[in-house]
């Protein structure tokens, strides 16, 4: 289960953001599958996890929208991380029209629980 969590710059139009919460827990879900994790496209309740934040005035200025996965880790997804991320940003790009935006993917070791 993905968190994926997006910090924006004030001037990103609501539109920008509405597109990536549409299209962020699927395009997250085909970057981080893989054996021990599959992922059927069927996505539920609690299988992508998405937080949007608008940069504070004590955040260092940066690009205007830093999109931070962490996915548990896995062997198979660790392997070929950068690959996986430079490929999720060329499809947030193509969905969203997003040109000025970073990808940080983190695989930390880690487990997850959810209610039912």
Same mark, same amino acid.
């Given at each position: ?22 299209? $962020? +827990?699927?395009?997250?879900? *085909?970057?981080?599958?893989?054996? @021990? ?9 609690? #299988? ?14 940066? $690009? +205007?929208?830093?999109?931070? *996965?962490?996915?548990?880790?896995? @062997? ?9 991320? #430079? ?30």
């Amino acid at each position: 289960m993905p968190l994926v969590e997006v910090t924006y710059a004030p001037h990103v139009p609501e539109s920008a953001l509405r597109e990536l919460a549409r299209v $962020l +827990p699927h395009l997250v879900s *085909v970057a981080v599958q893989c054996p @021990e994790e599959p992922y059927d496209g069927d996505l539920q309740p609690g #299988d992508v996890e998405l937080r949007f934040r608008e940069r504070g005035p004590f955040d260092s200025i940066g $690009l +205007p929208v830093v999109i931070e *996965v962490r996915s548990k880790w896995f @062997e198979s997804r660790a392997h070929n991380r950068q690959d996986r991320v #430079d490929r999720l940003h060329s499809t947030v790009e193509a969905a969203t029209g997003l040109t000025d935006f970073g990808i940080y993917l983190s695989l930390p070791v880690a487990a997850w629980a959810q209610s039912e």
